[in-house]
T-cell receptor, first 109, second 119 residues
Framework: DAKTTQPPSMDCAEGRAANLPCNHSTISGNEYVYWYRQIHSQGPQYIIH???NNETNEMASLIITEDRKSSTLILPHATLRDTAVYYCIVTPAGNMLTFGGGTRLMVKP | SAVISQKPSRDICQRGTSLTIQCQVD?????MFWYRQQPGQSLTLIAT?????????ESGFVIDKFPISRPNLTFSTLTVSNMSPEDSSIYLC????????????????FGSGTRLTVV
């Protein structure tokens, strides 16, 4: 079973920041927080991951709360091509991924 | 990241037949994973395939229905046997992005999937 809770859907205006929340209150000390997205008809794409520190790469930023029970994925300037289902997954490094329902992000012009 | 080539990209099959899906990776990887994504649903792990040993199946999936081969560190196949319309799904393979040090991994890479329709 997935160990994360995400809102089923969100809208975001093009050019604005998209903030996608994820609750993972039962996360263990050795579990990372991974974010993937799946654009229609494609395989999931890795976005970012972190253990306890905030992380940033060319795609997004990941903010993890101090108690690690929740996190937020931030797309700083959402474009129409960011419309996808976003999955938040917690798992130890090297383990298989268990997908929950994800958040369907719709970026609107 | 590893690059995965998955074939076929899509197929329409008659019920009762079998389809073998191939997953080729451009680098050696220890573990390969097979997922199923039913229409409108999230991904569900079918099995984990390690080279030189039998695949490990998740609850609800059995070897007779989904036999898997893993002849070397860059290739795997998943067969969907004795198909019924309920097997219509997207099937995806996935590999770890970095084999050498899992603590430096950058997640997993997925193939583009095989869209299977059983009629």
């Amino acid at each position: 079973d997935a160990k994360t809770t995400q809102p089923p859907s969100m809208d975001c205006a093009e050019g604005r920041a998209a903030n996608l929340p994820c609750n993972h209150s039962t996360i263990s000390g050795n579990e990372y927080v991974y974010w993937y997205r799946q654009i229609h008809s494609q395989g999931p794409q890795y976005i970012i991951h972190g253990l306890k520190n905030n992380e940033t790469n060319e795609m997004a930023s990941l903010i993890i709360t101090e108690d690690r029970k929740s996190s937020t994925l931030i797309l700083p300037h959402a474009t129409l091509r960011d419309t996808a289902v976003y999955y938040c997954i917690v798992t130890p490094a090297g383990n298989m991924l268990t997908f929950g329902g994800g958040t369907r992000l719709m970026v609107k012009p | 990241s590893a690059v995965i080539s998955q074939k076929p990209s899509r197929d329409i099959c008659q019920r009762g037949t079998s389809l073998t899906i191939q997953c080729q990776v451009d680098s050696q990887v220890t573990m390969m994973f097979w997922y199923r994504q039913q229409p409108g649903q999230s991904l569900t792990l079918i099995a984990t395939a390690n080279q030189g040993s039998e695949a490990t199946y998740e609850s609800g999936f059995v070897i007779d229905k989904f036999p898997i081969s893993r002849p070397n560190l860059t290739f795997s196949t998943l067969t969907v046997s004795n198909m019924s319309p309920e097997d219509s799904s997207i099937y995806l393979c996935s590999v770890e992005a970095s084999r050498d040090n899992p603590y430096l991994n950058y997640g997993y890479t997925f193939g583009s999937g095989t869209r299977l329709t059983v009629v």
